[in-house]
């Protein structure tokens, strides 16, 4: 009964880390690394919103797009898109899902800038506010089980222990 619980225990860690290593760490720092670099962009600019991007701003907007926040987008996109079996939930939270299409929208406005053509600025599918909060909810939720499923793999191997020396 006793290695049953630890073989459960030890799946359920094996999972966790899983989910931490491969679908949700990469996503949360790809997306606290796209926060910072906006919000750097925006303190550069001096102002405290994107909208709306100035003809004086597109270079620079241009800049950031194709060498900072497509390249971390292409990153989330692809975890989100490969690694979506490792997603806590039933059912695919739809601020994934808006955050794919989010980026297949720009996807085509780069395409556009490639040409010459910046009539267009941005992506016609905004950004998924959800989408921040559930990735570093997630993020932390896991990182907290974890920690809870190591100190009882520890706490129960110390009492192992501990009642062997003692029988």
Partial sequence: MISRMLAR?????????????????PLYVASQAGHIAYRSLLGKQGKTQSEPILDSEMKEWVLWMTTIFMPLNDIREKIIIEKAHLIVEEQMPHCLLEFVTHVVGYKAVLSKWAEGDYSERRSTIGWPPAFDAYVSHSYNAL????????????TGLYHRVVDRKRG
Avoid: H
Avoid at 9 to 25: A, C, I, P, S, T
Avoid at 143 to 153: D, G, I, N, P, V
């Fill in 143 to 154: 990182k907290a089980e974890q920690t809870r499923l190591l100190r009882s793999s520890l």
């Fill in 9 to 25: 225990r030890r799946d359920k860690l094996e999972l966790v880390n899983r989910r931490l290593n491969e679908f949700y760490g």
